[in-house]
C-alpha cells in the first residue's frame, strides 16, 4: 500500500467516529425532543455539525475507493457505514484492521516471508 492510499485510508478512519457519534446523538435529541421534551430542540446546533461531518466522510470514502482500488461491494458496505446508527464505529474497526493487515503484509515482503497458500 503506497502513502496515499494509505493516508486516503487513515482520514476516512478519522472521520468516522465522529460521524457515528454525531449520527447517534442528533438521533436521540430527535426522540428526545418528539417524546420527553416538546420545548428541546438541539437540530439546529447537531444538524450542521453532523452534516459537515457527513459530507467530510462521503469524500474521504470516495478519495479512499479510488485509491484503495476497493470492488463495488467493499465500496457501497463502506458507504452504508455512514448511514446506518452507529455504523462509523464499524467503518473505523474494519479499516484499522486493513490498515494493520497492511503494514504486516509489507514487513512480510521486506523480510522476505512468503505467505502460505
Known amino acids: 500500500m503506497d502513502l496515499k492510499t494509505a493516508s486516503a485510508l487513515r482520514r476516512l478512519r ?3 467516529v465522529p460521524e457515528g457519534i454525531s449520527w447517534i446523538v442528533l438521533a436521540a435529541c430527535t426522540i428526545i425532543k418528539y417524546t420527553v421534551a416538546e420545548g ?3 437540530a439546529p446546533v447537531l444538524g450542521p455539525i453532523h452534516g459537515v461531518l457527513f459530507v467530510l466522510y462521503v469524500i474521504f470514502w470516495a478519495d479512499a475507493w479510488n485509491r484503495a482500488k476497493w470492488n463495488a461491494k ?3 458496505m463502506y458507504f452504508a457505514y ?3 446508527p452507529g455504523g462509523g464505529f ?3 474497526r474494519r479499516l484499522r484492521r486493513e490498515a494493520e493487515d497492511a503494514v504486516i503484509a509489507s514487513r512480510a ?3 522476505g516471508v512468503v505467505e502460505a497458500s
Open 14 to 16: 478519522l472521520v468516522s
Open 90 to 92: 464499524m467503518a473505523e
Open 109 to 111: 515482503r521486506r523480510e
Open 82 to 84: 455512514s448511514i446506518i
Open 74 to 76: 467493499t465500496g457501497a
Open 40 to 42: 428541546f430542540d438541539a
